[in-house]
Protein backbone atom coordinates (compact mmCIF):
# COMPACT_ATOMS: atom_id res chain seq x y z
CA UNK A 1 0.00 0.00 0.00
CA UNK A 2 1.37 3.44 -0.89
CA UNK A 3 2.37 5.56 1.97
CA UNK A 4 -0.33 7.93 3.34
CA UNK A 5 -2.92 5.30 1.53
CA UNK A 6 -3.63 4.09 4.88
CA UNK A 7 -4.61 6.97 6.77
CA UNK A 8 -6.80 8.27 3.40
CA UNK A 9 -8.62 4.99 3.78
CA UNK A 10 -9.20 5.07 7.28
CA UNK A 11 -10.57 8.33 7.41
CA UNK A 12 -13.00 7.79 4.81
CA UNK A 13 -14.13 4.86 6.44
CA UNK A 14 -14.19 6.84 9.47
CA UNK A 15 -16.53 10.01 7.83
CA UNK A 16 -18.40 7.07 6.28
CA UNK A 17 -18.73 4.84 9.69
CA UNK A 18 -20.16 8.97 10.81
CA UNK A 19 -22.15 9.26 8.24
CA UNK A 20 -24.17 6.00 8.82
CA UNK A 21 -24.31 6.81 12.65
CA UNK A 22 -26.10 10.24 11.44
CA UNK A 23 -28.68 8.20 9.21
CA UNK A 24 -29.70 6.49 12.43
CA UNK A 25 -29.51 8.92 15.49
CA UNK A 26 -31.87 6.78 17.17
CA UNK A 27 -29.42 3.83 17.38
CA UNK A 28 -27.99 3.34 21.02
CA UNK A 29 -23.92 3.82 19.89
CA UNK A 30 -21.81 2.99 22.29
CA UNK A 31 -18.81 3.53 20.25
CA UNK A 32 -19.84 7.37 18.83
CA UNK A 33 -20.75 9.85 21.30
CA UNK A 34 -23.81 12.05 20.60
CA UNK A 35 -22.01 15.33 20.41
CA UNK A 36 -19.47 13.35 17.61
CA UNK A 37 -22.37 12.79 15.90
CA UNK A 38 -24.15 16.45 16.39
CA UNK A 39 -20.82 17.46 15.00
CA UNK A 40 -20.83 15.73 12.10
CA UNK A 41 -24.49 16.88 11.72
CA UNK A 42 -23.58 20.78 12.06
CA UNK A 43 -20.50 20.25 9.70
CA UNK A 44 -22.56 18.90 6.73
CA UNK A 45 -25.10 21.65 7.25
CA UNK A 46 -22.60 23.92 7.54
CA UNK A 47 -21.26 22.56 3.87
CA UNK A 48 -25.14 22.40 2.72
CA UNK A 49 -25.31 26.29 3.31
CA UNK A 50 -21.81 27.17 1.74
CA UNK A 51 -23.11 25.01 -1.64
CA UNK A 52 -24.25 27.86 -4.47
CA UNK A 53 -27.61 27.47 -5.93
CA UNK A 54 -27.73 26.19 -9.42
CA UNK A 55 -29.23 29.75 -10.69
CA UNK A 56 -25.62 31.10 -9.58
CA UNK A 57 -23.71 29.32 -12.15
CA UNK A 58 -23.18 30.74 -15.62
CA UNK A 59 -25.77 29.65 -18.07
CA UNK A 60 -23.60 27.24 -20.02
CA UNK A 61 -21.84 25.53 -17.28
CA UNK A 62 -23.50 21.91 -16.88
CA UNK A 63 -24.85 22.50 -13.57
CA UNK A 64 -27.50 24.62 -15.08
CA UNK A 65 -28.44 21.68 -17.22
CA UNK A 66 -28.04 18.48 -15.84
CA UNK A 67 -30.07 17.56 -12.08
CA UNK A 68 -28.21 17.59 -9.10
CA UNK A 69 -29.72 13.88 -8.73
CA UNK A 70 -28.17 12.97 -12.37
CA UNK A 71 -24.75 15.07 -11.22
CA UNK A 72 -24.43 12.73 -7.95
CA UNK A 73 -25.32 9.55 -9.84
CA UNK A 74 -22.80 9.78 -12.59
CA UNK A 75 -20.16 10.49 -9.55
CA UNK A 76 -20.63 7.27 -7.81
CA UNK A 77 -20.30 5.49 -11.04
CA UNK A 78 -17.04 6.77 -11.41
CA UNK A 79 -15.88 6.65 -7.73
CA UNK A 80 -16.92 3.15 -7.90
CA UNK A 81 -14.81 2.57 -11.05
CA UNK A 82 -12.22 3.94 -9.54
CA UNK A 83 -12.36 2.21 -6.26
CA UNK A 84 -12.06 -0.93 -8.51
CA UNK A 85 -9.21 0.51 -10.17
CA UNK A 86 -6.97 1.21 -7.16
CA UNK A 87 -8.13 -2.08 -5.65
CA UNK A 88 -6.56 -3.89 -8.19
CA UNK A 89 -3.54 -1.57 -9.10
CA UNK A 90 -2.84 -1.05 -5.21
CA UNK A 91 -3.08 -5.05 -4.60
CA UNK A 92 -0.36 -6.97 -2.68
CA UNK A 93 -1.62 -9.94 -5.09
CA UNK A 94 1.21 -9.60 -8.36
CA UNK A 95 -1.96 -11.81 -10.59
CA UNK A 96 -4.24 -9.07 -9.19
CA UNK A 97 -1.83 -6.39 -10.58
CA UNK A 98 -1.28 -8.55 -13.75
CA UNK A 99 -4.91 -7.98 -14.69
CA UNK A 100 -4.98 -4.18 -13.79
CA UNK A 101 -5.14 -3.70 -18.21
CA UNK A 102 -7.66 -6.20 -18.60
CA UNK A 103 -10.17 -4.68 -16.32
CA UNK A 104 -9.38 -1.12 -17.14
CA UNK A 105 -10.22 -2.10 -20.77
CA UNK A 106 -13.44 -3.85 -19.25
CA UNK A 107 -14.34 -0.51 -18.04
CA UNK A 108 -14.87 0.88 -21.49
CA UNK A 109 -17.92 -0.61 -22.48
CA UNK A 110 -19.32 0.19 -18.85
CA UNK A 111 -18.81 3.89 -19.94
CA UNK A 112 -20.71 3.51 -23.18
CA UNK A 113 -23.12 0.91 -22.91
CA UNK A 114 -24.45 0.74 -19.24
CA UNK A 115 -24.11 4.38 -18.12
CA UNK A 116 -26.19 5.75 -20.91
CA UNK A 117 -28.66 2.94 -19.37
CA UNK A 118 -28.80 4.76 -16.13
CA UNK A 119 -28.28 8.58 -17.10
CA UNK A 120 -29.81 10.17 -20.09
CA UNK A 121 -27.30 10.71 -23.19
CA UNK A 122 -27.56 14.19 -23.11
CA UNK A 123 -27.07 14.82 -19.28
CA UNK A 124 -24.01 12.84 -20.04
CA UNK A 125 -23.02 14.78 -22.90
CA UNK A 126 -23.32 17.89 -21.14
CA UNK A 127 -21.16 16.31 -18.30
CA UNK A 128 -18.70 14.99 -20.83
CA UNK A 129 -18.30 18.17 -22.46
CA UNK A 130 -17.69 20.58 -18.90
CA UNK A 131 -14.32 18.65 -19.41
CA UNK A 132 -13.75 19.25 -23.04
CA UNK A 133 -14.46 23.22 -23.27
CA UNK A 134 -11.39 25.48 -24.02
CA UNK A 135 -12.14 28.49 -21.59
Keep these: MAPGMRAVLTGICLITLGNICLAYPTWDNPW???DLLEKFDTTFE???RQRPPQSAYPPNHYIRHVPL???HLFTFCQVLQLAVL???GLSAMPYLEMIFPIVLLALLPIRHRLMPLLID???IRALDAAHTDNH
Design 69 to 71: AKI
Design 121 to 123: PKY
Design 46 to 48: ELE
Design 32 to 34: WPR
Design 86 to 88: CGL
